[in-house]
């Protein structure tokens, strides 16, 4: 059974919470491009314009490999050698891609499952280093990679102003603390907007406690995580 990783992409994307800071850098790295299906469409459509998609329909045909293998093994490393050969690395290749002639030449000498192995792990190697040294760097300057990240931007920052401007009762609701929706309402407190301003963990704790009135401490402490959650700070 055919099992590979691609290398050097241990990634995820951010999460709720995260800075704008983490957004650009997570919209600057391959990765996103390659797994994120939205922005894997604006790389392609700029490969597509340059013609000069090979390299990421190999990344795809790899992952479909790896896909289809993890729950089954039709799929022999033989196999799939072959078809990555005859179709990426062949000159005569339906998507022929520029490999260096090490990797053309050690795959006629390949006879074993664990050598055909070892090939296409560095055929995946040399051509993500030419995707991150090459294509990519030339999409991350221009124009339509520059649009794409901004408005990204934007979706976060709305989203982000939304999320602030959620009611306590909804919030309270949402996490099963409804109990004590009348005590923040007695201090006209409607939005977790209005609670931002005490953000610093213990001023937070201590807001909730001697202000609210909110006497339990597993609440308290429960309530400063999901709020340092919700207002991002």
């Not at 190999?58 to 089954?72: D, G, M, P, T």
């Not at 795959?107 to 991150?132: A, P």
């Not at 794409?148 to 309270?172: A, H």
């Amino acid at each position: 059974m055919f099992e590979m990783i691609l290398l050097d992409l241990d990634f995820s994307f951010p999460v709720e919470g995260v800075t704008v800071v983490d957004l650009i850098k997570s919209y600057k790295q391959l990765e996103r491009y390659l797994f994120d299906k939205e922005a894997k469409e604006v790389f392609r459509n700029y490969l597509h314009v340059l013609k000069k998609e090979e390299q990421l329909l190999f990344i795809e045909r790899v992952l479909y490999y790896q896909s289809n293998n993890k729950s089954s093994s039709s799929f022999s490393c033989g196999l799939i050698a072959h078809d990555l050969f005859d179709t990426f690395v062949h000159i005569n290749g339906v998507h022929a891609l520029n490999v260096s002639s090490f990797i053309y030449k050690r795959y006629l000498s390949l006879g074993t499952e664990y050598e055909f192995k070892e090939w296409i792990v560095s055929l995946v190697k040399e051509v993500l280093v030419q995707m991150k040294q090459e294509s990519f760097v030339m999409f991350l300057e221009c124009e339509e990679c520059s649009h794409y990240i901004l408005t990204k931007l934007i979706d976060f920052s709305n989203k982000q102003q939304n999320q602030n401007d959620i009611t306590v009762q909804d919030f309270l609701s949402m996490n099963e603390l409804e109990e004590y929706t009348k005590l923040f309402v007695k201090k006209k407190i409607i939005h977790l907007s209005q609670l931002k301003q005490h953000c610093n963990n213990d001023d937070l704790k201590q807001f909730l406690k001697e202000y609210i009135g909110i006497k339990k401490i597993g609440h308290q402490l429960k309530l400063v995580r999901l709020l340092k959650q919700y207002l991002h700070c």
